[in-house]
């Protein structure tokens, strides 16, 4: 099976789209990650779900876990909070590097190689030409396990 026959439609926003409705769009439909595309609509990084959750809590509880303790419910349920007037490229980590892009031609073993490799919820596959890349849909580790065990 190639990339192109496992990629599907999927969500996908921009850096500039608001961090508040990107958490929304990924809690709703239980999406382990959002592509992140710029103008063009190629490509440009993935915003996974737990980068998402998190730029909710707090750097102090981050960098001391046991902190969380003492947080009381009132306060964690203000956690969303931090989204507000935030955008998309404001949640991505700083160190992420591209997205993981397979050309529509990789087999399920390419794509799962470099979703191991990068450890990405999902992989683009995008057919790259002289006027640029056009994204064809997406691939997320689920659903290649999905196939991957029905091959089985």
Request: overall charge negative; aromatic content about 2%; charged content about 25%.
């Amino acid at each position: 099976m190639r990339a192109r026959d496992l990629a599907v439609a999927y969500e996908a926003v921009s850096v500039d789209s608001d961090a508040m409705a990107a958490a929304r769009l990924m809690a709703e439909h239980k999406l382990p990650g959002l592509l992140v595309v710029d103008e063009r609509g190629e490509p440009r990084a993935i915003l996974p779900a737990s980068q998402m959750v998190k730029v909710l809590v707090p750097a102090y509880v981050v960098e001391d876990p046991t902190l969380a303790a003492v947080v009381d419910e009132k306060h964690a349920d203000k956690l969303c909070q931090a989204l507000a007037g935030r955008t998309v490229g404001d949640c991505l980590s700083k160190t992420a590097g591209p997205p993981p892009v397979a050309d529509p031609d990789d087999t399920a073993l390419e794509v799962a190689a470099l979703m191991a490799q990068v450890r990405s919820p999902l992989v683009a596959v995008a057919e790259r030409a002289k006027d640029g890349t056009h994204l064809l849909g997406v691939i997320t580790a689920s659903h290649l396990l999905h196939e991957l065990l029905g091959a089985t």
